[in-house]
């Protein structure tokens, strides 16, 4: 386990940065003995997940913050998401929005509304089994996910994606699925899906990128604070250190790691568990999911 104390200067891999947490205390200057924590993708890696949340061991006072992609690619995404509803029981949960669950949920909204479109969707085969496996308060639930979530006791913001400059709307902020509709604020729907950007700041689509394209956390100048994402593998036993952003996809279905952040006392740290097989082939050069 690795950690960073807060407000020094720390060199990690090729980046020096200063990590600066707001307050933990309440409003009588008493510790609050809680713990936020973020997990990085699970795509279906029921195994690996158990195997965290028992090194973790979330208790009550804690909050867990899926970072997005609970689903697809991996061995069992219908375990993973049913996990992540019973540990409601125990701790405070929270689901970010992946990019998985927003085709995922469109495939379920065809069905339910008798459009038919679902039949010509591309990548939906494990849809089919994980709808029929899930109940109606689970697909409710699946609803309720984040395209961000703002946590200011901490100037911390989880997306699953990345940020670009067309963002239209005040950031960061709470955006709900089933609240907000990208319709209404341009630029929403591409904080699930955001990599790369064009020298004008603007998104670039999977597979159209140039050689003057930059990754997103390599530009971003902490404008909306520091940014906790995912979407991005990144093959290395650790998340992924920006001058202000932490990229926790650390490619457990590609046979990487699990990794989760801890924020606890006005400190970082980072634990993460190995991958007991690669369950998916990663595309290209190990740039894209």
Known sequence: MSRIQNSLG???GNYFFCIRLK?????????????LIFIGDVHGCIHELDQLLERLSPGKSDTLV????????????????????????????????GNHEEKFLRYVNHIETGS?????????????LLYSQLNTEELAGMREAYYSIHFPEADLCAIHGGISHQ?????????????????????????????????????????EEKEADRFWAETYDGRFGKLIFGHQPF?????????????????????????????????IQFLSVR?????????????YS
Not at 71 to 95: H, M, Q, W, Y
Not at 117 to 122: F, G, I, L, N, W
């Open 10 to 12: 720390v060199c990690v």
């Open 23 to 35: 307050s933990l205390f309440d409003k009588n200057n008493v510790m609050v003995k809680s713990r």
């Open 66 to 97: 899926f970072i997005g992609d609970l689903i697809d690619k991996g061995p069992d995404s219908t375990a993973v998401v049913k996990r992540f509803f019973e540990l409601g029981s125990i701790c405070n949960i929270k689901f970010v929005l």
């Open 116 to 128: 038919g479109k679902e039949k010509e969707m591309k990548g939906t085969e494990e849809f089919p």
């Open 167 to 207: 963002i239209a709307f005040p950031f960061p902020f709470d955006y709900q699925y089933a609240l907000h509709n990208p319709k209404n604020y341009k630029g929403l729907d591409l904080i699930t899906k955001t990599r790369f950007l064009n020298p004008e700041g603007k998104f670039v689509g999977l597979g």
């Open 235 to 267: 093959l290395q036993e650790n998340p992924r250190i920006f001058p202000h952003a932490f990229g926790i996809d650390t490619a457990c279905v590609f046979g990487g790691w699990l990794s989760a952040m801890i924020v606890e006392n006005q400190q």
């Open 275 to 287: 991958a007991s097989q690669a369950y998916a082939q990663m595309k290209g050069k190990g740039l």
